[in-house]
């Protein structure tokens, strides 16, 4: 089975903090992406990626970046944390057989 | 914007009934569709996938696809009380070349009780 592992469960960072998620992957997957859920709008993809060093951004990249040196490992960066990404972050991976996601168990992110 | 839409719920059944959720999806290039349970404070578990027309059975889980009213929808049978969760609907559409465009769409979630 695919595992993602996304590094922290729960995150509590200050207001301008920089934040890094990371996700790591162990099935060789291609694709990668970056969803934050929140009550009452569901999951929204803020980037993702379809390859080692490339990246697209989502429907909600604003205030976020990425990076993927590494074909298993794809991190999301808060370059200066806000209130108003609270949310809980879900990584998920994408394999050449469409067959679904596979995600990670999350991280519930408060700023504070 | 491509939508999908569920009804937000709750859907509440008794044990043992058959619940019934549905989603409507508006990109009418979309070509693959999936369901996945969320319970409350974990991450989305894949329970379906259906690619063309018509019912696709797997356990309890029965998924149904009509492309042309753009509408999939996830029957369980025999419901339990284990099955109490969100389930969210994803669609993925078509990309610029005509291939599949990797992404996924979801759907807000429907709230599912079964009550013992």
């Known amino acids: 089975d695919v595992k993602v592992t996304q590094s922290s469960r729960y995150l509590v960072k200050r207001t301008g903090e920089k934040v890094f998620l990371e996700c790591v992957q162990d099935?060789?997957?291609?694709?990668m992406f970056w969803y934050r859920q929140d009550p009452g709008l569901g999951l929204r993809l803020i980037y993702f990626?379809?390859?080692?060093?490339?990246?697209e951004k989502g429907d909600i990249p604003e205030g976020y970046s990425v990076s993927r040196e590494k074909k298993e490992r794809f991190s999301l960066i808060l370059e200066s944390a806000s209130t108003n990404q609270t949310s809980m972050y879900l990584c998920?991976?994408?394999?050449?057989?469409?067959?679904?996601?596979?995600f990670g168990s999350g991280t519930r992110l408060t700023v504070v | 914007q491509k939508e999908v839409e569920q009804n937000s719920g709750p859907l509440s059944v008794p044990e043992g009934a058959i619940a019934s959720l549905n989603c409507t999806y508006s990109?009418?290039?979309?070509?693959?569709f999936f369901w996945y349970r969320q319970y409350s404070g974990k991450s989305p578990e894949l329970i379906m996938s259906?690619?063309?027309?018509g019912d696709k059975e797997d356990g309890r889980f029965t998924a149904q696809l009509n492309k042309a009213s753009q509408y999939v929808s996830l029957l369980i049978r025999d419901s339990q009380p284990s099955d109490s969760a969100t389930y969210l609907c994803?669609?993925?559409?078509?990309?610029?070349?005509?291939?599949?465009?990797?992404?996924?769409?979801f759907g807000k979630g429907t709230l599912l009780t079964v009550n013992p």
């Open positions: 998920a991976t994408l394999g050449r057989a469409f067959g679904g996601y596979t």
């Open positions: 994803a669609v993925n559409g078509r990309g610029r070349s005509g291939g599949s465009n990797y992404k996924l769409t």
């Open positions: 259906i690619y063309s027309n």
């Open positions: 990626s379809y390859d080692v060093k490339m990246k």
């Open positions: 990109d009418r290039g979309s070509q693959s």
């Open positions: 099935m060789d997957h291609e694709n």
